[in-house]
């Protein structure tokens, strides 16, 4: 569905703008995928390789078994509710008949709502919103978008055959763009693994001290050399091009690692800002209060043997990312202009005209998963974007191939870590994680043992089976950062491909791997039950907090992480007088910002800075603001409600650091909780 909607218009797009260079990151193994369903036979309903929403999009309403019909509700509105249901008519009417799903009885209750005609509406508007912005004003989703309701079995086929069209189109534009130079494609390692982890799984303790390591050690080196190599000559295969540059998986980086992206011959690479901070500091070397240094390319190596690398701003991609979905596109692609140009002036008033010419901002993020929560699937942010780009003479895009190393720019040794808080924590050192890496440990141990009994079919069908099982995104749901309603599925999967290791060598798998790692995920969020006051001077303040509203800071719409990722959970109540709130971070508030904005009438903004104290922009004796951090990683804030107390209760929490925003709560949107009364 990313493919129909993003894919496709992120590189469409630069047609119309021919000054902006970009560079377009892929994944091997979502390459394969692509490939996979553009078998002949998947878009006929013939069989092929079809995902479990495609088959269940293919088949007539008038045959749904009662399962068929709770898997309707629980895939077919998976899809941004405000930017992607809400939009169009018929699908929020479908939406607003089938209600909130709590459990097995609101479904029953939804299916009575729901005619055959009405789910063939619903699996038409579900693959219908997922076609991107580009080509839904051609035929024949323009005349979908113009009938609205009642549509035939016919028209669904149509619909589902035509989007193969749109996944066709992928490669080969991606292909013309880089050749004529307006775009260049870098690579991820094939299977998306945490290279750092793969060499040696003590980088993740030497990433974070206080990291607590699995049982067993995994050093598999010439995984991580394979990962990169095959990843290479299958993207060459695609594109008919060899990608000079690579964004290691999630940022990740270490000596190890960096040395097998040299010994491919790999020309760039990029990473955070953060590891770059800490390896500077690790070295002793001064850094401005700034960090302008962020802003150069360095060379890691010895000798010869060298790779360019690239540190991320970190707060611009952010702004992309999880902030400017919430502006309109003519103020957020300002905000972005002027933050550049800012950028731009403070280079030139601490550097020589030559230095400067080797100046540069890298921007990266996931360059899928935000647009879903932009108006018009981000395209009337990035076209204003681009136009202002293209016609600012103080700015230039430019290509990583492009970006000369200044001299003295060297660096002999890199602090391991990866994008998120410069270390490794989301894939290892939680016990659902290293639970994971120890039954890893395991299949990889026995496939050495077996390696030369067995025949080079088998043992090439184990090896790949490896290989999948090192992809990081089974380690991305482990734990307690994520959650997903599809978190069992991955770790089902996980677990499936490591069986079928032992499998293919000719032997059962283990019985620890029927039993799932992942346990029964926890309550998101929870409403206040009883009135609230504490008193913010008890030490034993947990207690006082018993009956309070709790929500944890997790990611539940996708694989996107703020940088920042401070704030882990939030508490929140209220008496007859005051609203109460409490912040858990995951480390002590130092040179942060935190500004809570209470939504609700009358809106309230609260900035806390490292005293703590209480600004407001709106000023008035009925309110009074208390607060103290009462210990080094908790916030607590009292607020008087004045002369009326509201039943309902909006709010935001933002992390701000030298203005740039960190982290948020939620990540999208508002939190709302109702008030005791």
Request: aromatic share 12%; proline share 5%; with cysteine.
């Amino acid at each position: 569905m990313h493919g129909i909607k993003d894919y496709w218009d992120m590189v469409r797009i630069l047609d119309d703008f021919p000054k902006i260079k970009q560079t377009f990151n892929f994944t091997p193994s979502l390459l394969e995928q692509l490939q996979e369903y553009l078998s002949p036979k998947n878009w006929s309903g013939d069989g092929g390789t079809l995902d479990i929403a495609y088959r269940l999009s293919l088949k007539n309403p008038d045959l749904f078994s009662p399962e068929d019909k709770s898997n309707a509700f629980k895939t077919f509105f998976l899809a941004n509710t405000e930017r992607m249901i809400k939009r169009y008519p018929r699908y929020a009417e479908l939406m607003s008949m089938r209600g909130k799903i709590n459990n097995d009885r609101d479904i029953e209750n939804a299916v009575r709502n729901f005619s055959p005609q009405d789910f063939r509406d619903l699996q038409v508007w579900w693959n219908l919103a997922w076609v991107g912005e580009y080509s839904r004003f051609d035929p024949p989703f323009k005349r979908f978008l113009d009938k609205q309701r009642n549509f035939s079995e016919p028209e669904k086929l149509d619909l589902l055959k035509s989007q193969s069209q749109i996944l066709r189109k992928i490669i080969p534009h991606h292909t013309e763009a880089a050749r004529r130079g307006q775009i260049e494609i870098s690579l991820s390692p094939f299977y998306h693994p945490i290279l750092p982890l793969l060499c040696d799984s003590g980088s993740g303790a030497e990433a974070n001290a206080n990291t607590k390591l699995p049982m067993n050690r995994f050093r598999q080196p010439d995984d991580a050399f394979e990962q990169i190599e095959s990843g290479l000559g299958y993207a060459e295969k695609m594109f008919g091009i060899r990608p000079k540059g690579m964004w290691p998986s999630e940022g990740s980086v270490s000596d190890s690692a960096l040395e097998m992206i040299i010994r491919n011959r790999v020309a760039w690479v990029a990473t955070d800002e953060l590891i770059l901070r800490k390896t500077f500091q690790e070295a002793g070397k001064e850094i401005t209060n700034n960090f302008i240094e962020k802003y150069f390319a360095y060379s890691f190596g010895k000798g010869k043997s060298r790779v360019k690398i690239f540190f991320r701003d970190h707060g611009l991609s952010d702004l992309i990312g999880f902030t400017y979905s919430s502006m309109s596109p003519d103020d957020a692609a300002n905000d972005m202009v002027s933050r550049l140009l800012k950028i731009r002036h403070t280079i030139q008033s601490n550097f020589d005209g030559e230095t400067r010419e080797f100046a540069v901002v890298p921007i990266i993020l996931d360059g899928e998963n935000a647009w879903e929560f932009y108006q018009s699937d981000g395209k009337d942010f990035l076209r204003t974007l681009y136009y202002k780009l293209s016609n600012e003479p103080r700015l230039e895009t430019v290509l990583p191939s492009e970006v000369k190393v200044r001299r003295g720019n060297n660096l002999d040794h890199i602090c391991p870590g990866s994008w998120i808080n410069g270390d490794f924590n989301i894939w290892i050192g939680h016990p659902e994680n290293n639970k994971a890496w120890d039954f890893l440990f395991q299949a990889r141990s026995f496939y050495e043992k077996m390696s030369n009994s067995i025949p080079a079919g088998a043992k090439a069908k184990a090896y790949r089976e490896i290989k999948i099982a090192e992809g990081s995104d089974w380690w991305w749901w482990y734990g307690d950062e994520h959650k997903s309603p599809q978190a069992n599925e991955f770790d089902y999967l996980f677990r499936y491909h490591l069986k079928q290791v032992y499998i293919l060598l000719g032997t059962n798998p283990p019985k620890e791997l029927d039993e799932p790692i992942k346990k029964k995920a926890e309550q998101l969020s929870q409403q206040p039950v009883r009135m609230i006051s504490p008193s913010f001077d008890n030490p034993d303040h947990e207690r006082e907090w018993h009956g309070a509203g709790a929500a944890e800071k997790i990611e539940t719409g996708g694989s996107m992480q703020m940088t920042g990722a401070l704030v882990k959970r939030i508490y929140f109540g209220n008496d007859q007088n005051k609203l109460y709130l409490r912040i858990d971070t995951a480390k002590g508030i130092s040179t942060e910002q935190i500004r809570i904005s209470l939504l609700s009438n009358p809106k309230i903004d609260l900035e806390i800075g490292t005293d703590f104290v209480f600004r407001s922009e709106r000023h008035s004796r009925n309110f009074e603001f208390a607060g103290r951090c009462l210990i080094s990683d908790t916030i607590q804030v009292a607020i008087n409600f004045g002369e009326t107390k509201p039943e309902e209760v909006a709010l935001t929490i933002s992390i701000y650091d030298n203005g740039n925003i960190i982290d948020c709560f939620p990540t999208q949107g508002a939190f709302k909780f109702r008030t005791v009364q």
